[in-house]
């Protein structure tokens, strides 16, 4: 059974940082996209960023801000976030698939972010 497992989320003040981890299990992902999506209250879940092939992709928001890493001997994708803003606040959700910003085959259940202003 294939689980993404999220971690590290939490309250942070504006200007501050957090590192998200995603564990991957029950297979790797060496030719998926290993990615980050989010979904703010009441709004569309969105894309962040994604890895794929050592390439890195980031949506214009978070681009300069946000770094996507990934370990392929852990099977575990990193995003560290920096300059943290209040319109970051969302559920972050990592995602496994053949596309880069979408088609996107894995979920993990999410983990929330909230940045105090």
């Known amino acids: 059974q294939v689980q993404l497992v999220e971690s590290g989320g939490g309250l942070v003040q504006a200007g501050g940082s957090l590192r998200l981890s995603c564990a991957a299990s029950?297979?790797?992902?060496?030719?998926?996209?290993m990615g980050w999506f989010r979904q703010a209250p009441g709004k569309e879940r969105e894309f962040v960023a994604s890895?794929?092939?050592?390439?890195?992709y980031y949506s214009d928001s978070v681009k300069g801000r946000f770094t996507i890493s990934r370990d392929n001997a852990k099977n575990t994708v990193y995003l560290q976030m920096n300059s943290l803003k209040p319109e970051d606040t969302a559920v972050y959700y990592c995602?496994?698939?053949?596309?880069?910003?979408?088609?996107?085959?894995?979920w993990g259940k999410g983990t929330l972010v909230t940045v105090s202003s």
């Open positions: 995602a496994a698939g053949p596309g880069i910003r979408d088609r996107m085959d894995y």
């Open positions: 029950g297979r790797t992902f060496f030719n998926y996209a």
């Open positions: 890895w794929r092939g050592g390439i890195t």
